[in-house]
């Protein structure tokens, strides 16, 4: 396993800028066996990478890696080319390959995709299989990439190194290393930022980009969502590097800052105060008096505008009580969000968040939990709950409690993000208070009836 | 290391990469195979992204939980153990929560590049906990092989000896495209001749949709471990599909005193006229149910109504080989043309009467133009969109409908839904 590089793996499980490091490693932890349900890294790397609908995401290795996954994440895009994002390309590594090595056939693909589709790019995924065979990635890589003259870039994120996170981390490395600062841009912006981390699920990015265009920033390039290779080879002149709801990117951000000089800030799209205070962010950290004001013009616009929308369903969500169950940022930044359109936040669920996110959480919501196995059942009842917001898994406790159930994981169709986000988030709460059918579904049947 | 010239490459069909797959995995198969037994963990011996994956993919298809564990082998036990150590640690972190009445454990590519005795654990663990192995690399075969390797080493592993009989007794193996409610409907019409049934597999009250008592980290239906082991009195071993042909073969090697009675498939008048007429000799039955001569005559009905539209359609499937070559039979006897795209290598391809390629859904996509129709997975979605075609989806993955565990397409009754839906769509097209 020569592409296996462990010192990089463990430096960025022992990351200084995140806040846990400084006592323990607890959220990056190995899988247990027999004990996980997460994701790997390559499924990280995935998640952060396809986004750039301009490049082909080339996987190397056998079925399961990509037959299982292509075309599930809704991250739109507005490329007018041929959107690569929810295609599949694998080299379907046989029997042949593991014997003989896989570097011809990955070499021959190459060469198909470049001939066939013409991307601007081609990122090769390592998967575990080729990273035992000892396929040399990087440099098959190398001569294509001399051959055709685009970038094509090797990801080494198998899935035995680690989680989807840690997956995130290197696709973040191997941008950095093989993208940013491989082209300088016509010009530089005083106000060009890097958004960090949003990979536009449903349209998220869309909720607020306009916004930051409106207040005279310029989003020079995007890791990942709606993000083009040639803007993120100009990344190195962006004055600003913006992470967005992602602790996993915060590396990447911190390697620019000492490469380029780009600070960085982090910043949460959900909800109102969080959208508001995220503009705000931003154009502090460039500190130039006339966009602050303008920024204040907008955000007080918007405000407005958006509190006008919500009064509608304003006397439907009012004093009703909610109970969260997500991951990550989401357990605060969904509650904040929530308690925006005027609904209590009893609880909010942990379990997979890290001790910044645990940190930020205890400031919004009273009641932190850890297992929603035993704690959401009794949360409902001890505090008459209304509607639980979580992944699909939970929906058999709203329906067994007899309570309103939205699904704030992936599967939902329309973006919760930013002002406009929260408008869908209070239709959708509503529908769900309203729909009869968790009521009448925990019914019992009429032979069962006392 | 050499790079093609891309001039040639038009001229070859063998691409060295799949665009856009049509194929799933065999651990992937071996999944649902075992998610066909009552209170059973399969257990995926790989890293922890392939269980993910998978168990991502079954919940949105079938909108179901789905227990699934994984070794999660990680970089250092990757390269320094045999896999015993991952494997038993495993069993050891699922036994802490739940009491699995089988752990099915199976491969993945990385664990056999390794070459992990799985063997060896199993039988280190023997006496903590029950447990099938199965050898199911993704670099080789598809979701069918997976499925039916399962159901092999679950007859080998698990069934235990015996010489005596049931005549009133068979065994049901389905391939791995039949729906949960197909499974019970064939369970129905075998009980309808006063058969005691088992399938092995049966998904029919596991992933079915049924809103049960609580969200299990099980398996929550299927056939019984201990029903299982007491299956080698069946006087009659039924497989239905090319892929779990060797299901019965194996069964009836092990039980001579068996019959086995195989069938390709089971859409259509044909097929459904087969399968009668054997089990009928089977039986040495006389007397015919009425409700199966009722649904006899209206699929011979359905067959006149739908021969107008069907006709002159030309249909183009893609999906996995015994799902591929039921469906195109079935339209065939309406007259409709078809082509198929299947997603493996299969015996079954030997038995297709029209046009038949392994291929990818980038092929799939240059051939549709030519169509009217196409007949496949989730994926042809955007496909279809985008050429204007009308949509069957079948297959697996369907994220896009509900009531998949419900979709009834078999014998005299499934095919005439059948063979109504596809001629409703092709009406509105």
Not at chain 1, 25 to 35: F, Y
Not at chain 1, 105 to 115: G, N
Request: glycine share 8%.
């Amino acid at each position: 396993m020569t592409m296996v590089n462990r010192k990089l793996i463990k430096d960025l499980l022992n990351e200084s800028a995140c806040s846990h490091n400084k006592t323990k490693k607890a959220s990056c932890d190995k899988p247990k066996p027999g004990a996980t349900s997460g994701g790997c890294a390559f499924e990280g790397a995935q998640i952060s990478l396809f986004p750039y609908a301009d490049a082909v995401h080339l996987v190397h290795g056998p079925d399961t890696c990509l037959g299982a996954s292509w075309e599930t994440r809704a991250t739109l895009t507005s490329y007018e080319g041929e959107n690569n994002t929810p295609l599949g390309y694998c080299t379907n590594v046989s029997t042949q390959d593991i014997i003989f090595g896989g570097d011809k056939k990955l070499s021959d693909a190459l060469s198909y995709i470049v001939e066939h589709k013409k991307p601007k790019a081609i990122f090769v995924y390592e998967t575990c299989v080729t990273a035992m065979i000892g396929d040399n990635i990087d440099f098959t890589c190398k001569t294509a990439e001399e051959l055709f003259h685009i970038p094509i870039v090797p990801v080494h994120a198998p899935g035995f190194v680690g989680s989807k996170n840690l997956g995130s981390r290197l696709a973040g490395e191997a941008v950095l290393d093989a993208l940013v600062g491989t082209r300088e841009p016509e010009e530089i912006h005083p106000f060009g930022i890097n958004l960090i981390g949003d990979y536009n699920v449903t349209g998220d990015m869309w909720q607020y980009k306009p916004l930051l265009e409106r207040i005279g920033i310029k989003v020079v390039s995007s890791l990942s969502g709606d993000g083009r290779i040639e803007q993120i080879q100009t990344a190195h002149t962006a004055k600003l590097n913006v992470i967005v709801c992602a602790k996993s990117l915060v590396t990447l951000c911190r390697k620019m800052q000492e490469r380029y000089n780009i600070p960085y800030v982090s910043v949460s799209f959900y909800g109102k105060r969080d959208t508001s205070n995220a503009i705000r962010s931003i154009v502090n950290a460039f500190g130039d008096a006339e966009l602050i004001a303008k920024a204040e013009t907008i955000i007080a616009e918007e405000e407005a505008k958006l509190e006008t929308r919500l009064k509608l369903y304003h006397p439907m969500l009012k004093g009703k009580k909610a109970i969260l169950n997500t991951g990550g940022n989401k357990s605060w930044s969904i509650a904040s969000a929530l308690q925006d359109i005027g609904i209590e936040v009893v609880a909010t669920c942990v379990q997979k968040a890290t001790e910044e996110d645990v940190a930020i959480a205890s400031e919004y919501v009273p009641i932190l939990f850890k297992a929603p196995g035993v704690d959401q059942p009794r949360l409902i009842d001890e505090h008459k709950v209304d509607i639980l917001l979580a992944g699909g898994r939970s929906l058999y406790t709203a329906i067994k409690k007899r309570i309103a159930f939205v699904d704030v994981n992936q599967e939902k169709k329309v973006s919760y993000g930013a002002y406009g986000g929260l408008e869908n988030l209070a239709i959708d709460v509503c529908a769900a208070l309203s729909n009869p059918v968790f009521k009448l579904v925990g019914k019992q049947a009429p032979w069962d009836a006392a | 290391m050499s790079f093609i010239n891309p001039k040639e490459m038009k001229t070859t069909t063998m691409k060295p990469l799949h665009v856009n797959p049509l194929k799933l995995s065999q651990p992937m198969g071996a999944t649902l195979a075992f998610l066909g037994i009552k209170n059973c963990m399969p257990l995926m011996h790989g890293a922890q992204g392939c269980a993910s994956f998978t168990k991502v993919l079954f919940t949105r298809h079938f909108n179901d939980p789905i227990a699934i564990q994984t070794t999660a082998v990680n970089d250092i036990t990757a390269v320094i153990d045999g896999g015993d150590k991952g494997i038993s640690e495993a069993v050891e972190n699922i036994t802490k929560k739940v009491t699995p009445d089988l752990v099915g454990l199976f491969t993945t590519g990385m664990t056999e590049t390794k070459g992990d005795d799985i063997k060896g654990a199993t039988l280190l663990l023997k006496e903590k906990q029950k447990m099938v192995y199965v050898h199911t690399p993704d670099f080789e075969g598809g979701l069918e092989s997976g499925w039916s390797l399962s159901i092999q080493n679950i007859i080998t592993q698990l069934i235990e000896p015996t010489t005596h009989v049931r005549k009133d007794k068979v065994l049901f193996v389905p391939n791995v495209n039949f729906s949960p409610i197909e499974v019970e409907k064939l369970k129905e019409a075998l009980e309808l001749l006063d058969l005691e049934v088992y399938a092995l597999p049966d998904l029919s009250d596991s992933l079915d949709g049924h809103l049960g008592v609580k969200q299990g980290a099980l398996s929550s239906g299927g056939i019984s471990v201990s029903d299982i082991e007491k299956l080698g009195d069946a006087g009659a071993v039924i497989t239905i599909g090319r892929s779990v042909k060797k299901c019965g073969e194996l069964f009836y090697e092990k039980f001579p005193q068996s019959t086995h009675l195989h069938f390709d498939s089971l859409m259509g008048l044909e097929a459904s006229d087969e399968f009668y007429a054997k089990l009928f000799e089977f039986l040495e039955c006389k007397s015919v149910p009425s409700v199966v001569k009722r649904w006899r005559a209206r699929l011979q009905d359905v067959l006149l109504d739908t021969h107008f539209t069907l006709g002159k359609a030309k249909i183009l499937i893609a999906d996995e080989p015994d799902s591929a070559y039921a469906i195109s039979k079935a339209l065939k006897e309406a007259g409709g043309s078809c082509e198929a795209y299947i997603a493996q290598r299969s015996e079954v391809q030997e038995a297709f009467t029209c046009k038949v390629s392994i291929g990818d859904l980038e092929e799939v996509e240059k051939a549709l133009p030519a169509m009217d129709l196409l007949i496949t997975n989730y994926h042809g979605e955007r496909l279809a969109h985008k050429h204007h075609k009308e949509l069957l989806i079948r297959g697996f993955p369907n994220y896009e409908q509900v009531g998949i565990g419900l979709r009834h397409n078999i014998l005299y009754e499934g095919s005439c839904a059948f063979l109504c839906e596809v001629t409703n769509l092709l009406v509105h097209h």
